[in-house]
């Protein structure tokens, strides 16, 4: 599944592209990409022709894009706050590919064709193969921690993420005390710090020396603020390096790959040499998934 990494590329491609753009005709091609939408696909076309994008924001593994609100031509949409936005979640294998009107993806389930003031006509094809991903038209609401802010309503679960300036890090710090679980489970628990998943959550703890099932409770505060230290750092560089992409579903709007799977430490290297003490990285089952990690490095210790 597309982490925080990737979803932030992605945002960061289709801004410049979809803002103060008006959505000139919307098609689905496979309903099943509406499972979080309110309504028929009908309501989806028809609220969504001839809107217009005012940006693109994002919160974790969810990416939005605001819509106008106000339909006065006299009024410049993006002094107006918007009340719903465009909610795109990429499930496992989702894909936003920025084209030109020419152009038609395989597996392309809802298209969008948008006229931009500057670039002219453009194409949104929101691919999917495996279809756990969607989109959907939300309504705002006041975020709960910050004043002013607004987040659709599917998203207000979710937590901010490590790399976003309103992340309290004493407020997750208490947090994490409190919990009664592997600190691995907690990095992928969503309310609690959004956009880590399992390749991030490995690079992190490995950098970091912790074990993946290190009790949360066992964790002292220094240890604490070193992992999240070294979340924010492999985060940073992923996202530098454009995500990692180990097939063709992970793609900038471009379709163009990243290349952080070149740099990664854990994640994925069972039985290749530790970089820091050259014994083999093992691989664990964890929730389904793996864990990656190094049995010297990283051993679970006591309180």
């Known amino acids: 599944m597309p982490e925080l990494p990737e979803v932030e590329v992605v945002r960061a491609g289709l801004e410049p592209a979809v803002t103060l753009s008006t959505i000139s005709a919307v098609t689905v091609f496979d309903e099943r990409s509406l499972r979080r939408h309110v309504g028929p696909s009908e309501d989806f076309v028809d609220r969504l022709t001839g809107a217009q994008f005012l940006g693109a924001s994002r919160r974790g593994k969810f990416l939005w894009l605001p819509l106008a609100a106000n339909t006065d031509p006299a009024v410049a949409p993006d002094s107006v706050a918007p009340t719903h936005a465009l909610v795109v979640h990429l499930g496992m294998s989702g894909q936003v590919l920025l084209r030109d009107r020419s152009t038609d993806d395989h597996l392309t389930r809802i298209r969008l064709d948008i006229e931009h003031p500057d670039h002219g006509p453009l194409r949104l094809n929101f691919v999917d193969q495996r279809i756990f991903g969607s989109m959907a038209i939300d309504r705002f609401m006041p975020a709960t921690d910050v004043a002013g802010d607004i987040v659709p309503s599917q998203v207000a679960h979710i937590a901010r993420d490590p790399l976003d300036p309103h992340f309290d890090d004493s407020r997750f710090f208490a947090a994490l005390s409190r919990r009664k679980t592997g600190i691995k ?58 995500g990692t992409s180990f097939d063709a579903q992970y793609v900038n709007v471009n379709g ?48």
């Open 185 to 242: 489970r907690a990095l992928l628990d969503q309310t609690l710090i959004s956009g880590v998943g399992n390749i991030y959550a490995d690079e992190s703890l490995w950098a970091a020396r912790i074990h993946y099932d290190q009790p949360t409770a066992t964790l002292s505060r220094a240890r604490a603020k070193t992992l999240l230290a070294e979340v924010r750092l492999v985060l940073a560089k992923a996202l530098a390096e454009g």
């Open 256 to 303: 163009a790959s990243g290349y952080f799977s070149h740099s990664l430490n854990a994640y994925g290297q069972q039985g290749v040499e530790c970089p820091r003490c050259g014994r083999p990285i093992v691989r664990e089952s964890f929730m389904n998934r793996g864990s990656h990690f190094c049995p010297f490095c990283q051993r679970v210790r006591s309180a």
